[in-house]
């Protein structure tokens, strides 16, 4: 054979042989295996926060519910002594690009392993993120949380958002609203733009069809008068911006806020009905910038590839509205947090409806783990763990399942289970024993398991500096 033709065999060999490597390095980790619906708890504590507390219960799931809850009686397994809550609910979250091939994997599974078995998504950002997951919340392709997706964004010119229903005038509401309707969402997320006219003939809409709105209250329009459903991230209760302002800088107005203006706001949220979904811990998270080091080599921040905190949420070259984030910025949101949460006691003590959400994944919140820094964010606003536990586990909108959220015979079976009573203590977060969503129990040892399958890919050499460099390069290209 001639020297140059084995050179290019050879060539060709290695080539091969690279592609193939490079494959099984940034190959998906498979997931979590589905397991079969059904389980029986035995001589566990039931506790539905807030309402009642019931010891020495047996209960067993069959298929996707709670088939019966009686007194304890039998051998004990592995669960006896534990607490069984309802299952735990972020009420704001989006799901990262399809780009990020794995991730709606891995979202959904960081979900589980903390016990959050109910999502909100609040608006597909670039449309290809929330359609699996709810898809395979309801086929059982991947162990997913149930979802309840708003879909798009509905804005005004210009639109905040890639995948933005932009809504010029009040005649657009209607037709657009009917869409989404039939599309099969269950809520609509408001955004910035929105012309006060145009809010009003969405909400109109909005009734017609039975969805509920949420999202942030529009710069043009006062808190009391957008009369939203769910506002997100306590927009505008301090009052409305002068102009146009971005975040942080908008979050000025909270250093003016004052009791006159708490009494208006609770007035007008019991008045309305509005819910809260305060995301306090997206503005703790981004005070914290100015210490970037500290936030990356957090246990949470570890559960996400290198990308995410290193790149991604990096205030020189991450997401847009992450570039120039300074330490004046994360000195103004440490001083509004105190204001902020001044204000969900005061709506929780007035009897307003707050509902937990994270705003997953902004700058370092991390799916599922989030979701236990916001509970301990209210628990410090002067929330009881027992209330708070209350609060999240309130179904995301109001259409679910009959029976979401309670335990009893007949409810959807989507439960967690812990060694210690978080409704004491919330650091009993950390002894979740067992995860039950739509009947199907995952046990500690399968989600450990699981997630050291992840953890051993991020740590991956190759992995990590393709997967880091590649996305470096897409944000940087996005931003030029």
């Known amino acids: 054979m001639r020297a140059w033709l084995r050179a290019l065999i050879y060539a060709l060999v290695l080539v091969v042989l690279a ?63 534990h607490y069984v809550l309802p299952g735990l609910v972020d009420a704001h979250v989006h799901f990262p690009p399809a780009a990020l091939v794995g991730h709606a994997e891995l979202f959904s599974f960081l979900f589980l392993y903390h016990g959050v078995t ?7 950002p ?11 919340s309801r086929s059982g392709e991947f162990p997913a949380p149930r979802v309840f997706a708003c879909g798009p964004f509905l804005d005004g010119y210009p639109p905040g958002q890639p995948n933005s229903r932009v809504l010029r005038e009040p005649a657009d ?14 809520c609509l997320k408001i955004y910035n733009q929105l012309e006060p006219d145009v809010l009003e003939a969405v909400r109109v809409a909005a009734r017609k069809h039975g969805l509920p709105t949420i999202g942030h ?14 506002v997100q991230h306590l927009t505008h209760l301090p009052g409305s911006p002068d102009g146009l302002v971005g975040y942080p800088e908008v ?9 006159v203006r708490l009494e208006h706001v609770i007035e007008a949220t019991l008045a309305h009905g509005i819910a809260n979904t305060p995301t306090l811990v997206t503005s703790e998270r981004r005070s914290r910038m100015d210490d970037l080091e500290r936030l990356r080599e957090e246990p949470d921040a570890q559960l996400l590839p290198r990308f995410w905190r290193d790149v991604i949420w990096s205030p020189v070259e991450g997401l847009s509205y992450l570039r120039g984030h300074s330490e004046a910025d994360s000195a103004l949101l440490r001083a509004a947090l105190p204001q902020m949460s001044r204000a969900v006691r005061a709506l929780h003590e007035a009897g307003a409806v707050l509902r937990a959400g994270t705003d997953t ?25 027992e209330e708070v536990l209350a609060i999240a586990t309130r179904p995301a909108v109001p259409a679910g399942p009959a029976g979401l959220g309670g335990i009893r015979p007949g409810a959807p079976a989507d439960l967690v289970i812990f060694r210690e009573d978080p409704t004491r203590d919330l650091s009993a977060l950390g002894t979740l024993s067992g ?10 040892e399968a989600l450990d398991e699981q997630l050291a399958l992840y953890r051993d890919q991020f740590e991956n050499p190759i992995y990590d500096a393709v997967m880091t460099g590649l996305v470096r390069r897409l944000l940087s290209a996005a931003s030029d």
Do not use: C
């Open 19 to 81: 592609v193939v490597l490079l494959w099984w390095n940034l190959r998906p980790v498979a997931p979590l295996a589905v397991p079969k619906r059904g389980a029986r708890l035995g001589d566990v504590t039931v506790i539905q926060p807030g309402v009642a507390r019931s010891p020495h219960r047996s209960l067993t799931v069959e298929g996707e519910t709670i088939a019966s809850l009686g007194a304890a009686g039998g051998t004990p397994d592995a669960f006896a002594g």
């Open 118 to 124: 109910s999502v909100r998504d609040a608006g597909d």
């Open 126 to 136: 670039d449309g290809t993120s929330t359609g699996t997951v709810r898809d395979a």
């Open 173 to 186: 509401a209607e037709p657009v609203v009917a869409e989404l309707a039939k599309a099969g969402f269950d």
């Open 217 to 230: 209250v529009p710069w043009r329009v006062p808190y009391e008068d957008a009369r939203l459903d769910d």
């Open 251 to 259: 979050m000025e107005r909270w250093l003016q806020f004052d009791d």
């Open 361 to 385: 994944p902004s700058a370092f919140a991390v799916p599922g783990a989030a979701l236990h820094r916001e509970l301990r964010l209210l628990r410090d606003a002067g929330i009881s763990p």
């Open 435 to 444: 995860v039950i969503a739509d009947g199907r129990l995952y046990t500690r």
